[in-house]
Each structure stands twice: as structure tokens, then as C-alpha cells.
């Protein structure tokens, strides 16, 4: 019999990771942000011999060639590892090591976030926007004194090399490591690999029983595909022309009930098939949204939506038409510029520039939601995002910008509508918006300003012209204009929500004297607390009436979902926002319920909420745009008494190419309630 016990202690070579961190670490490419692809029973298989491999360690359980036995049953504290040990003493008949690592696989699609989560949490991994991961360059919380070298990420591939390219004897940790890597088939990505190497490789797996155990759980599951996805799939069902006809809230550009009610009769995968297009396969539920924020970035591309907009503005790629670590450099080079930090360092701006042109509003006058808020975000954004005032240029932007996503992506209109004399001189009107842009931002005109957006372009541009060729900037900058849009919107679903409901503007409206009860908050006057009503509100807008309800995608790997083989090629819409309708996720969810955001409720953690997308793509300002979205909302009800023109009794929507409250919706100022400040 062996153990490994004496591996896990005190002294110097004790670890504070345990063997399934260490995989997942030694998997992580810092250039992509996320983990070298393995398949995934493969991978399964490795998290399963990892989990069982430091159980061995720790003295809980035993191997030899033809068995795994409980040694000890007691729990080892760890979240990853104590359900496995569980269940393994439960069991009342002996098996070899090969029958747990298979048995056990499935579980590790629990196992993986729970050691993602331990692993950020005790600041060794930094998750970025968009579930993306790099090393920390901060200290871990737990560091001891020993200075053990399983303490930072790094030195896992630190170890993987002084075992792999040297003739020392490895320790029992590190032939499992060894043979986990090897089994995941990765090491070529991660060294020069020749013949010499690989032997000592194929030496060092063979040293431990887990390791061997987990390399023939993968090998059986080659002959066994059946382990690896199921072995017939379904036939997707096709939603008939009749559900789509009299889909009400489909109708009304409900898009999110919509969805929602169709899945409710035909599951969370079904297929759309409309005249004149490609079939559309929707998935809408609770377990893909989950599949596609976690793997996604496998199986799906986003190329093929955003190359229509890319050739409108005349650019070669994007970062939404990006995938992988070229998706994930726009976002490291950019996230600085879209922090929330960047944004409550400047709220001095903020305030001056809302309040500016709040004063140009007559009250007692009724104006189209979207002619009052869409200004009123650019008059802040563009300045902020961009230091240009573009209030002059922003309806023809929007309105160029709004045909190309109709054209692009939504294809709901014809190409040659780009070309129309009214588009081509919007067009102009675009491009002269991107070259004052560049124009302002020489390196004599920034000293001593903030850093916008535009400047971390202009960076990344400088820093890599490859990467980002000049002749590439026309969309990212022209782009930043629907940041007013796409806010101002959203607002504007709050704001009715909260007209609607006049107990909950009366809270805001309080929230908001009491901020500037003395004169204007700072940063540290925004606490949780001082703002939760408002945080509640507007998180139940964005559930009630995202302005992002789907996302476009390419299948290019065949997959299978929930049962359903997704073949290469398919067209793909994932209705992230389905799940807002769903009685799974928030009960009763027709009903404005700020509540649901409190404890014990919580309702809005899993990812059954997404107003923000999933995934790699999800939205990278969400930060910034929730802190602004709370600004101006609060400075509304601060400064007026707004109510909608008329009784609505259901809120107009404009669907497409986001959704939009209709512009039949006004707001009525019937009363100013605080000066403007200018």
C-alpha cells in the first residue's frame, strides 16, 4: 500500500494549493485569459484523478493496483474535494482507482468554478470582465513563512519545468501533476517538446497509480463516446409559423417574454424558421445560459455577425468580432478606461455636464423618452469617453449607427440601405465625429488630462500597429457614441418603471435629497447603502426590459446542448434574457419586485440574470454604466417631478437593433424641485 501523507504539513514542502488548483493554474494561457482547451471528458477525467489524487496526499484515501479504500473519512475543509470524499464513503464495495476517476468525472463540472472561485478569492487568480483570468500580482492572503513554492500560479509551471527537463527523483505531488498535464495533452503548447523530453514525461506520469488510473479512464472513453455526450441526440423542435404569429409579446418587442414563452412549450433549445433567412436555432433557459458563459468560447464564434459592421466602417476587425486572446487584449488594453473608477474620479464633470443641459428642458413640457435621455447621456459621455462634445453630430451617429446594426447583424434590412444619399452623408458626418477624435488626442493636447477611451485606443494602436492598425480605428471610436444611447435607454426604462410605481420614486426621490442634502456627494458618499433603492431599481429595469435581450453566434465545433447536437455552421441565437421571464429563475416575474435582489431571495445571482451578456463578450463598461445610470437617475428625480404624458398600459417598445423604449412614451417635467447648478 502507499500513501503520500507526509507531502501535507507544515514544513517547507507543504502546499496551500491543492492538486485541483494546481491543474487548473497550470492550465491557464495568460495570453487568451482563459484555460488551454482539453476535451472535456479528458479534462473531466484529470479533475476527478486530481480531486482523488490529493485526497491520497492528505491520508484520506488509499491505492494500490487494484483498489482505492477509505483511509480516513474526516472532511479536509476544502469545497472542491469534501463531496468527492463523501461519496466515496458511501460506497460499500471495493473498485480500483480507474472506477473512481470515471465515476467521479461528471462531478467536475461543479468542481471547476468552485476551485476558480477559491482561487480568486484567495488572490492568486484575477478574474477580469467577460470570466477571463490571469495570475495576481498581488501577494496571496495565505502566504506563509516557509515561502512555498505552490504559493503563486506561476510556479506551478515553474515546478512542471524542473521535473520535466531535469533528472531529479519528483516528489509524489509532482508525478501527479505530471501525469494530470500529460493526460489534458497540453505540454506541447506549454514547452519545446522533443523525444527526450516526452520520454521523461511518459516516465515520470507512470510513477503514481492515480496517474495511471486517470490515462486509462480517458483511453476507455475513446472506445466509449457515449461517456463524452450522448450517443442520440435530439431532434430540435421547430417553432410553428402560428406561435410566432401570435406571440404577443414577440409582437410588441417583448423580446425577453417572448422568448421565454417559447421555451416555456418547446424547451430551452428550439429552431426558427423564417422566409428569407437562414434557420436560427434559440437556446433560452436556465442551463444554456450556463453552457454558453462557460463554453462559449469553445464552441461558438462571433466573426460572422460583426463582419457586416466591420465593412461598413470600413475596418478589417473588431473587438466584437473577435474571439479568443485577441478578444481578450482589446479588453485588458481597454477595461482601464471603462472602470468605474475611471468614471467616479471625474464626477464633478458629471454633474456640471448633466445639470448643463437638464437647464436647456422647459419644464410642463412632454418629451419623446428617447429625444430627452439619449442627449442627456451624450452630453456627459462623449466628453468623458472621448473629451469632444458631440451633441451637434450625436442623431445623425445614432441614426447611421443603428442602420448598420439593422443592416449588419439584425439583417432585417438589405445592404444597399447603407447607400442611400440620407446614410452616405450620415456616414460623413461619422467619419468626421472619428477624425476630430484623433485629432484632439495628440500627446501636447492630453498633458495633464484623464485618460478616455480614445486614448487607450490610440495606445494599444501605438503600443502594436498590427494589432491595431490605424486604418482599423474608424469603428472602436465611432462606436463610443452608442454608449449614449444604449444608457440613456436604459434609463428610460427605469424611470417608467419608477413613475409607474409611486412608492418606489418616492424612495429614490429621497435617496437622492439626502446625497445632495450638502451640495454634491463625492465618491465615498455613493456607499451600497445610500443608493439601494435606486441599485434595486434599476437592476429590476434591467431584468424587466434589458436593452441587450439576445446575442448573435456561429457554431463552429460541433456541440451538443442539453441534448441537442448543435451542428457546425448553425446559426445561433442565445436569448440570455429568456430566463427574466422565467418562473425558475424570478418568481412571479411579471411583476416589478425590487426585493428579489435582497437576502435571502438574491435571485439575481446565478446566471439566470444577464442584462449584461454572458460570456467573453459580455459587456465590458457594465461597471461604469451601472454607476452612471444610478447618477443620472438620482439627479432626475432630484432635480424634477417627472410623470409619464399619458397612462400606458403596456410600455411601448422599439425591439430592434437593441431594445428601445418607443418614443410614444414621454415624460412630462411638471415641477422643477431643486436649482440647476451651472
Not at 492550465?27 to 488551454?36: I, M, Q, V
Not at 429568456?578 to 435582497?598: K, M, Q, V
Amino acid at each position: 500500500m502507499m500513501t503520500h501523507e507526509t507531502a501535507v504539513g507544515t514544513g517547507p514542502g507543504a502546499s496551500t494549493l491543492s492538486l485541483p488548483e494546481e491543474l487548473l493554474l497550470a492550465l491557464l494561457d495568460e495570453e487568451s485569459g482563459y484555460f488551454r482547451q482539453v476535451p472535456g471528458w479528458n479534462l473531466n477525467c484529470a479533475m476527478a484523478g486530481a480531486a482523488l489524487g490529493e485526497l491520497s496526499l492528505r491520508g484520506r484515501i488509499d491505492t494500490d493496483l487494484e483498489s482505492l479504500t477509505l483511509v480516513d473519512a474526516t472532511d479536509t475543509g476544502r469545497p472542491v474535494l469534501d463531496p468527492i470524499l463523501r461519496e466515496i464513503s458511501t460506497e460499500t464495495e471495493t473498485h480500483d482507482a480507474r472506477y473512481w476517476v470515471e465515476r467521479l468525472a461528471p462531478q467536475s463540472e461543479s468542481m471547476i468554478p468552485l476551485a476558480l472561485d477559491g482561487l480568486v478569492r484567495r488572490q492568486i487568480l484575477d478574474l477580469h470582465p467577460g470570466d477571463f483570468y490571469t495570475f495576481t500580482k498581488r501577494p496571496p492572503q495565505d502566504e506563509t513563512p516557509q515561502g512555498d513554492v505552490h504559493l503563486a500560479g506561476e510556479s506551478v509551471r515553474a515546478r512542471l519545468t524542473r521535473i520535466i527537463f531535469s533528472d531529479e527523483i519528483p516528489g509524489p505531488r509532482d508525478v501527479i501533476i505530471t501525469g494530470l498535464i500529460n493526460t489534458c495533452r497540453v505540454f506541447h503548447l506549454m514547452f519545446q517538446i522533443d523525444e527526450e523530453v516526452e520520454e521523461r514525461i511518459q516516465f515520470v506520469s507512470q510513477m503514481d497509480l492515480i496517474g495511471q488510473a486517470i490515462a486509462a479512464a480517458v483511453s476507455q472513453s475513446i472506445i466509449a463516446p457515449s461517456l463524452r455526450q450522448p450517443s442520440l441526440t435530439k431532434p430540435i423542435p421547430t417553432v410553428s409559423l402560428r406561435d410566432l404569429v401570435f406571440n404577443r409579446e414577440l409582437r410588441e418587442g417583448r423580446l425577453p417574454a417572448g422568448f421565454a414563452i417559447l421555451a416555456e412549450k418547446y424547451g430551452p433549445v428550439f429552431e426558427l424558421r423564417l422566409p428569407f433567412r437562414q434557420n436560427m436555432i434559440v437556446l433560452a433557459g436556465l442551463k444554456t445560459n450556463e453552457w454558453a458563459h462557460r463554453m462559449g468560447r469553445v464552441f461558438l464564434r462571433s466573426k460572422e455577425y460583426f463582419e457586416g459592421v466591420d465593412k461598413a466602417y470600413g475596418v478589417s476587425r473588431s473587438m466584437h468580432s473577435v474571439d479568443g486572446a485577441d478578444h481578450f487584449r482589446f479588453r485588458k488594453s481597454l477595461q482601464p478606461a471603462y472602470s468605474r473608477r475611471t468614471l467616479t474620479r471625474r464626477l464633478d464633470e458629471v454633474y456640471d455636464l448633466a445639470r448643463s443641459h437638464m437647464a436647456s428642458w422647459d419644464v410642463g413640457a412632454a418629451m419623446p423618452v428617447q429625444e430627452m435621455l439619449r442627449p442627456l447621456l451624450n452630453a456627459q459621455s462623449s466628453p468623458l469617453l472621448a473629451s469632444i462634445n458631440t451633441q451637434a453630430e450625436i442623431a445623425d451617429a445614432l441614426e447611421y449607427k443603428i442602420r448598420v446594426l439593422n443592416v449588419g447583424i439584425v439583417k432585417i434590412l438589405p445592404r444597399f440601405m447603407l447607400k442611400t444619399p440620407s446614410m452616405r452623408r450620415r456616414a460623413k458626418a461619422m467619419q468626421k465625429i472619428v477624425d476630430r477624435m484623433q485629432r484632439t488626442h495628440t500627446a501636447a493636447q492630453r498633458v495633464g488630462m484623464h485618460e478616455d477611451v480614445v486614448d487607450a485606443y490610440l495606445a494599444l494602436n501605438a503600443s502594436d500597429p498590427q494589432f491595431l492598425p490605424e486604418s482599423d480605428l474608424s469603428l472602436p471610436l465611432g462606436a463610443i457614441l452608442m454608449t449614449a444611447m444604449y444608457m440613456g435607454d436604459q434609463i428610460g426604462f427605469a424611470l417608467y418603471w419608477l413613475v409607474q410605481n409611486p412608492e418606489l420614486y418616492e424612495r429614490v426621490t429621497a435617496e437622492a435629497d439626502a446625497l445632495w442634502a450638502e451640495g454634491d456627494p463625492s465618491e465615498e458618499d455613493f456607499t451600497r447603502d445610500r443608493i439601494d433603492v435606486t441599485h434595486r431599481v434599476l437592476m429590476e429595469a434591467l431584468r424587466m426590459s434589458p436593452i441587450v435581450a439576445m446575442s448573435m453566434r456561429t457554431v463552429m465545433n460541433t456541440c451538443v446542448v442539453e441534448g441537442y447536437e448543435l451542428p457546425v455552421g448553425s446559426q445561433l441565437m442565445i436569448a440570455q434574457t429568456a430566463t427574466h421571464y422565467s418562473e425558475e429563475s424570478f418568481p412571479d416575474p411579471w411583476t416589478f419586485d425590487i426585493d428579489r435582489y435582497l437576502p435571502p431571495r438574491n435571485e439575481h445571482l446565478g446566471r439566470g440574470y444577464a442584462p449584461f451578456g454572458l460570456g467573453t463578450h459580455s459587456c465590458l463598461g457594465s461597471r461604469w454604466a451601472d454607476m452612471q445610470m444610478a447618477i443620472n437617475l438620482l439627479m432626475l428625480t432630484h432635480h424634477f417631478k417627472i410623470e409619464l404624458d399619458r397612462p400606458y398600459e403596456r410600455l411601448p417598445m422599439d425591439p430592434l437593433p437593441s431594445q428601445s423604449p418607443s418614443n410614444k412614451l414621454k415624460f412630462r417635467l411638471v415641477q422643477q424641485r431643486h436649482e440647476l447648478r451651472v
